[in-house]
């Protein structure tokens, strides 16, 4: 599972359930929906970045919305 949440609130604004690789830094999301498609994340100290189904880091100005950063232990297991 990986929960993306709102800083400072207990609110996941999105949960991914699936099983997952990891390969070198490239952490593979394989939802266990079929109809869904496999999410990529770059590995790195604390932090996924969200990459596309390339497996290319995400580009443009909106580029800093999919890194996810660890939170803290105030907030719920495993949310990013």
């Known amino acids: 599972e990986i929960s993306a ?4 609130s207990e609110m996941c604004i999105e ?5 997952y690789t ?8 394989r ?6 498609i496999p999410a990529y994340y770059r590995v790195g100290e604390n932090r996924l970045w969200r990459l596309d189904s390339h497996q290319q880091p995400i ?5 800093d919305q999919y890194i996810l950063t ?3 232990s105030a ?3 495993g949310c990013y």
Not at 15 to 19: A, K, S
């Open 70 to 72: 660890k939170s803290d």
């Open 15 to 19: 949960t991914d359930y699936g099983r």
């Open 75 to 77: 907030t719920p297991a």
């Open 59 to 63: 580009t443009g100005p909106f580029a």
């Open 5 to 8: 949440c709102l800083v400072g």
């Open 31 to 36: 939802p266990d929906s079929p109809k869904d």
């Open 22 to 29: 990891v390969r070198g830094n490239i952490l593979t999301l």
